[in-house]
């Protein structure tokens, strides 16, 4: 354990009083025999004070009860046992409370172990609702409490030497096993699930809970049904809280521990066999039939929120999130992947659904960032292992944990959570400092998973030396084709440079294609505003496709330049083309580039096919530049400004180029018509071989140059007195309108309105974008470490040499995936995290520790995130927060108000009868 006890002084101090109170009560028992029995009653009510403790309740915080359990006990005539379950009366605002309240409360671990020795059970609880844990939490004695239940080692040898306690570690053992008292039974104590709703009085709960029974009890059900009602009055509450989507309903039934999780586990297989009975005599709704053929996973906290998914239940699913225990936050990230489809398609309850989207986001932040920040070194560590499912089991064959991710076409797959986090792909997670701490982790992760049975690792390069040595290759890749491009004719005949070439091409399609491979999951994705359901991953960057388009172009540039090699052989080793080469493929080549002359030879290229294969490759260079600047995206400072200048190339600049085509065009062919009609142009002009295509042209380039002003280039004269050009000389009539009206018009509309809205879009998108910047970055970062991890440790050139050993592991792996996919129905998860008694012991002390935040975090974890939004959302979500924390202030005040009164309310009741008792006497 993490928490090691103290106050030892005070254990030994403790034992000596009770060894001296033990004398004095056995000296006054030995009297109390000799009493007379009125005597003797008058002693025994000296035992309980006016508030309704008794002394048992007091010893239990400060004395050693196994010393003096037995005394107290004969005077006041009790049996031991009796004594020590005797509960306060409701004369105590404790009213309930047992001796193991208060010791918990007093944090005294001796009594503690001796009252679960004698059957007390932690779970016990007061009238008000309130167990052990509360108690010891109440006062600040948690620590005390699980040192008491699961000492550690070091503590055990402290009481062994103390020569108070020879078997410490053995006996606590002992004393869980026969109080029935289990690791996670503990845990799930330690962490009230409840503490994050507002729940409703006791009253208000029983009396809805009564009228919701009596509404059920009225249904017109079929006998077998009602047997099952009968059977199980919690699955009917249950049942009806989820049919009629009410958390009211649900709370209630919380407040009174009429719902359980066990209730909520067996849910989803009890209500399809109730819809399965139904539908053999009537016919159910689409929704019904889906929950039907859907499979559940019993064993996990998930499947309940996956039921009333199904359901489309709406209202509770935030309340059912909100208690969950081991899973929550993977509940919250199941749920968020389930819930984008349903978003994406606007049907119905898109709002609600929105709205409940960014609720459940606000939980799995506060959740993660508040285990984060909390958590010391240890701590992050089992932290990060539970994010990436990468801690091993006690028989170091399986890492985990892994939860049943529910997917849009209804099947599971086991994901860990940060799987299930990528899956989601909400820029809002990635914004948490709890996430974003893992990424920097795994950045300098130089090695992969413990091997089993050993302590040797599998060793990796860090992903970040990948990065380094990735750039500077790429860098020199850059300066080495920019000199092969320019330097063509030096290059032309320099065959090693090619060999260099070949290999960074080849080096940089099978690291694309390997790419493809692991990134070809189909998921719904916008480009260029545009929203395909069935994406493939890679495709939805859109610096993949420069990288594509780069490649096919920087191949066809050098196949080009091959080709003009003529036969490559003879070129190498010297020997006369023509002597291989017939003549018809000599012509053919000529007839291809134009300018060819029949005195060229093969291997000496035209101008024009020499400018084009340079052209083809000069392109490629160009977008392998717009392809650098995505290794700008790894730096913190620069890396948000890269992703803000990507959303508004995509999200501004393409809408507006449509438009503005749009406008060009229009105004263009009018244009045209305006200052060059072909009713009044020449025979001589018409007639140019090229006039249809400089007519084209100066549809586009005529408002091109007017938006940038470019007035020289527009005509000067007109027909007049002279016959009319195309490009040169204008109709008279028609440039006296343009020049005098339509020009303006058109600068109007394009430099003072479409330019102006570009750049408040523009300012727009960065004022928004500049407040989420940093969410977008984290999540970029996260795909290019992705990247990273699969890349080649060798540098291009000489990477090629290892893609196909990568490409030929993917494909085995890929078909035993395959094979085990459709060999299973439910998700394979290893029995050591799916029963909950074979967790592993570091996969129990996370629980702990998850256990003891969400405890003392639950009350905040549906407060409104401001982090990653707007000055304007951010304003909201604050003022939100306030009302959030009045109001529960206020509801707990009522909540105290009420209990008081209902105190006072049976004290009053108590002396009314106490006086009618007295009057009759």
């Given at each position: 354990?993490?928490?090691?006890?103290?106050?030892?002084?005070?254990?030994?101090?403790?034992?000596?009083?009770?060894?001296?109170?033990?004398?004095?009560?056995?000296?006054?028992?030995?009297?109390?025999?000799?009493?007379?029995?009125?005597?003797?009653?008058?002693?025994?009510?000296?035992?309980?004070?006016?508030?309704?403790?008794?002394?048992?309740?007091?010893?239990?915080?400060?004395?050693?009860?196994?010393?003096?359990?037995?005394?107290?006990?004969?005077?006041?005539?009790?049996?031991?046992?009796?004594?020590?379950?005797?509960?306060?009366?409701?004369?105590?605002?404790?009213?309930?409370?047992?001796?193991?309240?208060?010791?918990?409360?007093?944090?005294?671990?001796?009594?503690?172990?001796?009252?679960m020795s004698q059957g007390l059970q932690l779970s016990d609880e007061t009238d008000s609702g309130l167990s052990c844990v509360d108690f010891a939490d109440a006062s600040e004695k948690l620590d005390e409490l699980i040192d008491a239940v699961f000492p550690d080692e070091e503590d055990c040898d402290e009481d062994a030497d103390s020569n108070y306690d020879d078997n410490a570690s053995e006996r606590s053992r002992e004393i869980t096993r026969q109080s029935s008292l289990t690791d996670v039974n503990f845990i799930r104590l330690l962490d009230k699930r409840t503490g994050a709703l507002r729940l409703p009085s006791r009253t208000k709960a029983k009396d809805c809970l009564a009228s919701i029974e009596a509404s059920i009890a009225s249904e017109d059900l079929s006998a077998k049904e009602q047997n099952k009602s009968n059977e199980r009055s919690d699955m009917s509450i249950l049942i009806k809280a989820i049919k009629s989507d009410s958390p009211e309903i649900y709370r209630c039934?919380?407040?009174?521990?009429?719902?359980?999780?066990?209730?909520?586990?067996?849910?989803?297989?009890?209500?399809?066999?109730?819809?399965?009975?139904?539908?053999?005599?009537?016919?159910?709704?689409?929704?019904?039939?889906?929950?039907?053929?859907?499979?559940?996973?019993?064993?996990?906290?998930?499947?309940?929120?996956?039921?009333?998914?199904?359901?489309?239940?709406?209202?509770?699913?935030?309340?059912?999130?909100?208690?969950?225990?081991?899973?929550?936050?993977?509940?919250?990230?199941?749920?968020?992947?389930?819930?984008?489809?349903?978003?994406?398609?606007?049907?119905?309850?898109?709002?609600?659904?929105?709205?409940?989207?960014?609720?459940?986001?606000?939980?799995?932040?506060?959740?993660?960032?508040?285990?984060?920040?909390?958590?010391?070194?240890?701590?992050?560590?089992?932290?990060?292992?539970?994010?990436?499912?990468?801690?091993?089991?006690?028989?170091?064959?399986?890492?985990?944990?892994?939860?049943?991710?529910?997917?849009?076409?209804?099947?599971?797959?086991?994901?860990?959570?940060?799987?299930?986090?990528?899956?989601?792909?909400?820029?809002?997670?990635?914004?948490?400092?709890?996430?974003?701490?893992?990424?920097?982790?795994?950045?300098?992760?130089?090695?992969?998973?413990?091997?089993?049975?050993?302590?040797?690792?599998?060793?990796?390069?860090?992903?970040?030396?990948?990065?380094?040595?990735?750039?500077?290759?790429?860098?020199?890749?850059?300066?080495?084709?920019?000199?092969?491009?320019?330097?063509?004719?030096?290059?032309?005949?320099?065959?090693?440079?090619?060999?260099?070439?070949?290999?960074?091409?080849?080096?940089?399609?099978?690291?694309?294609?390997?790419?493809?491979?692991?990134?070809?999951?189909?998921?719904?994705?916008?480009?260029?505003?545009?929203?395909?359901?069935?994406?493939?991953?890679?495709?939805?960057?859109?610096?993949?496709?420069?990288?594509?388009?780069?490649?096919?172009?920087?191949?066809?540039?050098?196949?080009?330049?091959?080709?003009?090699?003529?036969?490559?052989?003879?070129?190498?080793?010297?020997?006369?083309?023509?002597?291989?080469?017939?003549?018809?493929?000599?012509?053919?080549?000529?007839?291809?580039?134009?300018?060819?002359?029949?005195?060229?030879?093969?291997?000496?290229?035209?101008?024009?096919?020499?400018?084009?294969?340079?052209?083809?490759?000069?392109?490629?260079?160009?977008?392998?530049?717009?392809?650098?600047?995505?290794?700008?995206?790894?730096?913190?400072?620069?890396?948000?400004?890269?992703?803000?200048?990507?959303?508004?190339?995509?999200?501004?600049?393409?809408?507006?180029?449509?438009?503005?085509?749009?406008?060009?065009?229009?105004?263009?062919?009018?244009?045209?018509?305006?200052?060059?009609?072909?009713?009044?142009?020449?025979?001589?002009?018409?007639?140019?071989?090229?006039?249809?295509?400089?007519?084209?042209?100066?549809?586009?380039?005529?408002?091109?140059?007017?938006?940038?002003?470019?007035?020289?280039?527009?005509?000067?004269?007109?027909?007049?007195?002279?016959?009319?050009?195309?490009?040169?000389?204008?109709?008279?009539?028609?440039?006296?309108?343009?020049?005098?009206?339509?020009?303006?018009?058109?600068?109007?509309?394009?430099?003072?309105?479409?330019?102006?809205?570009?750049?408040?879009?523009?300012?727009?998108?960065?004022?928004?974008?500049?407040?989420?910047?940093?969410?977008?970055?984290?999540?970029?970062?996260?795909?290019?470490?992705?990247?990273?991890?699969?890349?080649?440790?060798?540098?291009?050139?000489?990477?090629?040499?290892?893609?196909?050993?990568?490409?030929?592991?993917?494909?085995?792996?890929?078909?035993?995936?395959?094979?085990?996919?459709?060999?299973?129905?439910?998700?394979?998860?290893?029995?050591?995290?799916?029963?909950?008694?074979?967790?592993?012991?570091?996969?129990?002390?996370?629980?702990?520790?998850?256990?003891?935040?969400?405890?003392?975090?639950?009350?905040?974890?549906?407060?409104?995130?401001?982090?990653?939004?707007?000055?304007?959302?951010?304003?909201?979500?604050?003022?939100?927060?306030?009302?959030?924390?009045?109001?529960?202030?206020?509801?707990?005040?009522?909540?105290?108000?009420?209990?008081?009164?209902?105190?006072?309310?049976?004290?009053?009741?108590?002396?009314?009868?106490?006086?009618?008792?007295?009057?009759?006497?």
């Open positions: 354990m993490m928490w090691k006890r103290s106050g030892r002084r005070q254990k030994v101090s403790s034992r000596l009083v009770s060894i001296n109170l033990q004398s004095i009560i056995s000296k006054t028992l030995a009297q109390y025999t000799a009493l007379s029995e009125h005597c003797q009653e008058m002693l025994r009510s000296f035992l309980i004070s006016p508030t309704g403790l008794h002394a048992v309740h007091v010893f239990a915080a400060r004395h050693d009860l196994k010393q003096l359990a037995e005394p107290l006990a004969k005077l006041s005539n009790q049996q031991v046992q009796d004594l020590l379950r005797l509960p306060v009366t409701q004369a105590h605002r404790s009213s309930g409370a047992t001796a193991l309240h208060f010791a918990c409360k007093a944090g005294n671990q001796e009594n503690i172990r001796y009252l039934a919380l407040k009174l521990c009429r719902v359980t999780a066990e209730t909520e586990a067996d849910f989803p297989e009890f209500y399809r066999e109730r819809l399965f009975d139904i539908s053999n005599e009537y016919e159910l709704g689409n929704v019904c039939d889906r929950f039907l053929t859907i499979p559940f996973n019993e064993t996990s906290e998930l499947s309940i929120i996956d039921a009333a998914v199904c359901l489309d239940k709406i209202d509770i699913l935030i309340d059912l999130v909100l208690t969950r225990q081991f899973d929550l936050i993977p509940a919250c990230i199941n749920l968020l992947i389930q819930l984008q489809p349903r978003i994406a398609k606007s049907e119905g309850k898109s709002e609600q659904l929105q709205l409940l989207y960014s609720k459940v986001i606000s939980v799995a932040m506060n959740a993660l960032d508040a285990l984060y920040s909390n958590a010391d070194e240890e701590e992050r560590q089992l932290l990060f292992q539970y994010i990436t499912g990468s801690q091993w089991d006690d028989d170091w064959e399986t890492t985990g944990p892994k939860f049943p991710c529910r997917m849009e076409n209804g099947s599971t797959k086991p994901y860990t959570l940060m799987e299930m986090i990528e899956e989601a792909g909400d820029g809002d997670l990635f914004a948490s400092d709890c996430l974003h701490n893992l990424i920097e982790s795994e950045w300098s992760n130089a090695y992969s998973r413990y091997r089993r049975n050993c302590c040797k690792r599998k060793f990796s390069v860090k992903p970040r030396i990948k990065f380094w040595i990735h750039l500077i290759s790429f860098l020199a890749y850059n300066v080495f084709i920019a000199w092969y491009i320019m330097d063509l004719p030096t290059t032309f005949k320099f065959w090693p440079a090619d060999l260099v070439m070949i290999a960074y091409l080849l080096s940089f399609t099978l690291q694309e294609v390997l790419d493809i491979c692991t990134r070809s999951k189909r998921r719904r994705a916008k480009i260029c505003g545009i929203e395909i359901k069935k994406c493939p991953v890679y495709f939805k960057d859109v610096l993949n496709l420069l990288d594509c388009s780069a490649l096919i172009l920087m191949w066809a540039g050098l196949l080009l330049k091959l080709a003009m090699w003529g036969c490559i052989f003879n070129y190498v080793t010297g020997v006369d083309s023509s002597s291989m080469c017939s003549e018809t493929n000599s012509t053919a080549y000529q007839a291809l580039f134009r300018g060819a002359s029949a005195n060229r030879t093969w291997t000496q290229p035209t101008p024009y096919s020499a400018y084009a294969c340079q052209m083809v490759l000069s392109t490629a260079f160009l977008l392998w530049g717009f392809r650098s600047v995505a290794f700008l995206s790894y730096s913190e400072r620069i890396g948000p400004v890269v992703s803000m200048l990507r959303t508004l190339i995509i999200q501004d600049l393409i809408p507006f180029s449509v438009i503005i085509v749009i406008i060009f065009y229009s105004f263009g062919v009018f244009f045209f018509n305006l200052l060059y009609p072909v009713v009044t142009s020449t025979e001589a002009d018409r007639s140019a071989s090229d006039y249809s295509w400089h007519a084209f042209l100066q549809v586009f380039m005529l408002p091109l140059n007017l938006l940038f002003t470019n007035f020289d280039v527009l005509p000067t004269e007109t027909a007049k007195d002279k016959d009319q050009v195309l490009r040169e000389v204008a109709h008279h009539l028609g440039y006296k309108w343009f020049s005098r009206v339509m020009m303006f018009v058109f600068l109007l509309l394009s430099n003072i309105v479409m330019i102006n809205l570009l750049i408040a879009r523009f300012s727009l998108t960065v004022s928004k974008m500049d407040s989420k910047s940093l969410g977008t970055w984290r999540k970029r970062n996260i795909e290019i470490l992705r990247e990273y991890q699969s890349y080649s440790p060798l540098p291009a050139p000489i990477s090629f040499l290892h893609y196909p050993i990568k490409m030929v592991s993917w494909c085995i792996k890929k078909r035993n995936d395959d094979n085990n996919e459709q060999n299973r129905l439910f998700p394979e998860i290893k029995d050591a995290w799916n029963n909950e008694s074979d967790y592993p012991d570091n996969y129990i002390e996370f629980l702990l520790f998850q256990a003891r935040q969400f405890r003392r975090i639950r009350p905040q974890l549906a407060r409104v995130v401001t982090r990653n939004k707007s000055d304007s959302e951010a304003l909201v979500a604050h003022v939100e927060n306030l009302v959030s924390t009045a109001n529960r202030d206020l509801h707990d005040r009522l909540g105290q108000l009420e209990e008081e009164i209902n105190r006072k309310f049976a004290l009053l009741q108590e002396a009314i009868i106490y006086r009618d008792i007295l009057d009759v006497k």
